[in-house]
């Protein structure tokens, strides 16, 4: 069975850093597009950042020059630092990722639990 689970959030002052880290295991044939989202309290769910196999970034505009997405194909692994942070980027983090597992070979989106990020003095 394949498991993404999230963890490093907490609470962070204005201008200070967190790193996320997203860790998908079980019987995995391969992974695709690993992204990390978020939701704050009465707001939509939005795509902060993708990362394709290959290493290929993307940013919602917000982030830009602010956090940096990587993963490490050999531990199933993606990873969101998250610099000079601000009250707005406080919100629940979720990270999604494009599994094909072992048991079906079909390709599924996959979700972990989400984690909380708060910005506060």
């Known amino acids: 069975q394949v498991q993404v689970v999230e963890s490093g959030g907490g609470l962070v002052q204005p201008g200070g850093s967190l790193r996320l880290s997203c860790a998908a295991s079980?019987?995995?044939?391969?992974?695709?597009?690993m992204a990390w989202y978020r939701q704050a309290p009465g707001k939509q769910r939005e795509l902060v950042a993708d990362?394709?196999?290959?290493?290929?970034?993307s940013y919602v505009d917000s982030v830009k020059g602010r956090f940096t997405i990587s993963r490490d194909n050999a531990k199933n692994t993606v990873y969101l630092q998250m610099n000079s942070l601000k009250p707005e980027d406080t919100a629940a983090y979720y990270c999604?990722?494009?599994?094909?597992?072992?048991?079906?070979?079909?390709?599924?989106?996959?979700w972990g639990q989400g984690t909380q990020v708060t910005v506060s003095s």
């Open positions: 079980g019987s995995i044939f391969s992974i695709g597009v």
């Open positions: 999604n990722a494009f599994i094909v597992p072992n048991s079906n070979y079909r390709v599924s989106a996959y």
């Open positions: 990362i394709t196999s290959g290493g290929r970034v």
